[in-house]
């Protein structure tokens, strides 16, 4: 198993709900985040005064799918999420020893 | 001597004289009888006060024709009725209009026979229109005044009289000066009421702590002595001993006398039929029942000094339990008067008593809403109380719940209770919206982390109770499924149609109202680093102050879906979003010039009156920013047109219009040298406080400024000509004609004598945001001529001042200049010039 943790635009988690979706992807994490990659955030002006973003609102979506699935599942995230701009954001893969359902304490591969 | 002293005993007026004289004396033997008897208490005294009124009103008929409404009324103790054998008769003659050279003469007619019964007249001639000066009347009379009654002639006039009159100031003088005179009284008796020869009128524990007693509950609570103290049925006892005593004393005195001396004890004691074998022994039975009843009195005087209510307004004070209406059965049918009761509530930072909210949640279904506004000056009430403050949402949630909301806001009875089942939405519609009001309130006073930069917002919008009343029509749609922001912002227009808003009011409440959604749509939605998101949104709201509005709407909205739905990332988005469109609206608008496309522009081409015509009209809109049409009416546009018609070079049209807030001046000229800055030292030196305004300069030179100001110095006001005299200044000025420099230095000094800044002054310089000019913003302390003097100084540096929107935050004054320079855009090195200049001169270092 994968863990898939894709860091996006806040305007596209939508669509990349979609793509999983499509792939009958259904179970997901989405939480709201706030971060920088290379760019560091810019700097902003408000009434004459420079402030500095540097840490910008993005979204994290998490999904943990079959190794199986994980190319198609990165995949379909990179092309919902992708403007071409900077700020487009990443995705990260990192392998899943094991999972366990809380309710049933049943042991998943 | 009297007029009527010299009257012929074959005169008929004689014979009036010496009847009148004769019923007198027959009511004073009537009473002097009855308090020989020891029976000179409250039923005789009655007696007698009403034998005087009857004598006084046979003077009045016999005083002759009147020229206008005029009447009388007794006050103090006649007017309680509690006329002793010797008491002074204080009256009140009130006149409708302004007393004359008639109503002088039926004045003499009407006192002159009173003097000459030998009567102690204490009388006060008053015309209604004093009453505005009542509350700082003499104190004795504004304590008579508390027991006026009505004795003949036109008694309406008294309410007229109260009606000119501050009635919450007054009564709180009123009651401020009753106070003053009771401790002062008891100082002279060393504060005690144990005197062993005690003044039955003045000692502590007297007539006179009785009457202050009765007088606190008349003005706080008329059920205060009922509740307290040593209770109703004490007090009457009390006062009929203590009359009937005071009717023995002046018996005994033959005149007005009050002192219970050791002597006349026994008489009194006698009179009253006290039992006893020897004198002494009737006298300490008779003493130990006025101490007794001095008592009772001291003790019920003591509890409405400590537990009356502070009277706050006409019919209402504040009690432990909050405000409430001293008089509930008056309130219960003056439903118009209610909303005080909220807005005393909001101003005290208390709560309304339970006692008040039953009454109104009792009565409030019988009245429509009409009859909560139904003046101009209500409607404006209802809107002062719907500025943002804390505990707007607390009140608001007792009027929600006493049923009044619903009444006065038929369209906010339709959400009372909704639940729509979205499975986000935590609470009820109309709690719901009660919190976002309670949002935007938490923004006024401390907000929490993070917020700051919303609550100046807030600080900054002209009228932030549309806010409000959008905030509470902006999910009235929601009782039914169909779209609710079209449904809530249909049901807003009977809503405006009610309160009689004017057009830009309307205007701002339905655009809130309909388009209360878009923000958090784009914010939390959209790809809000694409300019052309931003570009779209700003054209969409047009102008900072909607987009204030809406800004605070979606977070107030929001943030009332449930504890956990703004987010700090949710309010850093939709801040982010705020920022980027305020600066497209302020430092990109110069280069989205009108267009012939724009629907507004074909509108007001096919609309145009017949005066103007199709190629003034695009000749005129030519060249100027999109935000021209965005801040003045069609109206104004084709006033610009006419005006602007064959403007010859050296002309100038201004003219000023007063608008609810202040005063509007707008100038269209042709540009020329320090044009700006001179028309902003004019308004300076005439005291005027520039809050808003904006300069546009077409293509051809031609400019359309307008300022928005304040008259701080009410030059205006106490100037019949200053509206002449301003303009005219204007006119000189700029066109060279004279010189305002010199006038404003003065004013300059002083100013800058008085205080200094409270914050560092920002200037930058911006040649990235506009293709055409250099944006210069400026944020300072606002002070006199603060404008004048940066525009001035950008005009010396050889800049054209080509476009300007000024704004003000409280005392921050927020500037946003458009230049150039020989028609292009600054160098590095003129910025840099222009930006030392600037913090020169707004540090006062030239």
Known sequence: MKLIKAIVRPNKVDDVKAALEKLQISGMTVTEVRGHGKQKGHTAIYRGQEYNVSLLPKMEVEVVVPDSMADDAIKAIIESARTGEIGDSRVFVIPVLESYKIRTGEREA | MSSESNIAP????????????????????????????GEGGRHAMRQYSHRMDALVQQLYADAGSLTQSVAVFALGGYGRRELCLHSDVDLLILFAGVIGREDERFLHAFLNPLWDLGLTIGHHVREVA?????????????????????????????DQFHGAADVARTNARTLEALKGLIAERHAKYNGTLYQLEPDVKESPGGLRDLFGAQTIAKLTDPLLLANGGSGARALEDAEEFLLRVRSVLHLEAGRHHNILSHEVQERVAERLNYAGSTPSQRVERFMGDYFRHAKAIDRSLRFALKAAPAPIGTNLVRGTDGIRFIDTREAAERPETWLALFQAALDGGCAVSDDALTCVGQNAGRFAAEAFCPTTRHREVLLHFLKPRPGLYAR??????????????????????????????????????????????????????????????????????????????????????????????????????????DPHQRAEVDFLVREHIKMSLIAFRRDTEDPEIVRQFAQFVGTEERLKALCLMTLADVEAVSRETLTPWKEELLWRLYVDT????????????????????STLLDHRPDDVSVDEVAAFLEGLPRRYLQLFSVEAVYQHVRLSRDLAPDAVKVWMTRVASGWELTVLTHDRPFLFSNI?????????????????????????????????????????????????????????????????????????????????????????????????????????????????????????????????????AIDVFHLTRAGAKLTSAQQADITGNLQRVLEGRS
Not at chain 2, 137 to 145: H, M, Q, R, Y
Not at chain 2, 149 to 157: E, K, S
């Open chain 2, 130 to 158: 004093e009453g505005a000066g009542l509350e700082v009347d003499n104190s004795e009379f504004l304590l008579a005044l508390t027991d006026a009654r009505p004795v003949v002639g036109d008694a309406t006039l008294l």
């Open chain 2, 680 to 812: 902003a030292g004019v308004l300076s030196s005439h005291g005027m406080d520039i809050l808003r305004g904006f300069a546009f300069t077409k293509p051809t030179g031609l400019i359309v400024d307008m300022f928005h100001f304040t008259d701080e110095e009410r030059f205006l006001e106490l100037n019949a000509e200053g509206e002449g005299e301003l303009l005219r200044t204007l006119t000189d000025v700029v066109l060279g004609r004279a010189d305002i420099a010199a006038r404003l230095r003065g004013r300059e000094q002083g100013a800058f004598r008085r205080k200094l800044p409270e914050f560092a002054p920002v200037v930058h310089c911006d040649n990235e945001s506009s293709r055409r000019y250099t944006i210069v913003e400026i944020v300072a302390e606002d002070a006199m001529g603060l404008l004048y003097r940066v525009s001035r100084a950008m005009s010396e540096s050889g800049c054209d001042v080509d476009l300007v929107l000024i704004g003000t935050e409280g005392r921050r």
């Open chain 2, 396 to 501: 608001l949630s007792e009027m929600h719940d006493c049923g009044m909301l619903g009444q006065m806001f038929p369209e906010f009875k339709a959400i009372n209770c909704r639940v729509v089942r979205d499975f986000y939405h935590k609470y009820t519609v109309d709690e719901h919206t009660l919190l976002t009001i309670r949002n935007l309130e938490r923004l006024v006073e401390n907000p929490v982390r993070d917020r700051e930069r919303f609550g100046r917002l807030l600080g900054e919008l002209q009228e932030p109770e549309l806010l409000v009343l959008s905030l509470l029509y902006h999910d009235v749609g929601k009782w039914t499924d169909e779209d609710h922001t079209i449904e809530s912002a249909r049901m807003a227009h009977q809503m405006f149609e009610r309160l009689d808003l």
């Open chain 2, 582 to 601: 305020y600066n497209h609206l302020t430092l990109t608008y110069g280069d989205e010039v009108i267009d012939r496309e724009q629907s507004l522009h």
């Open chain 2, 10 to 37: 074959t005169d008929p007026r004689h014979d009036a004289r010496v009847s009148r004289a004769a019923r007198l004396d027959a009511a004073r033997r009537e009473l002097a009888d009855a308090s020989g008897r």
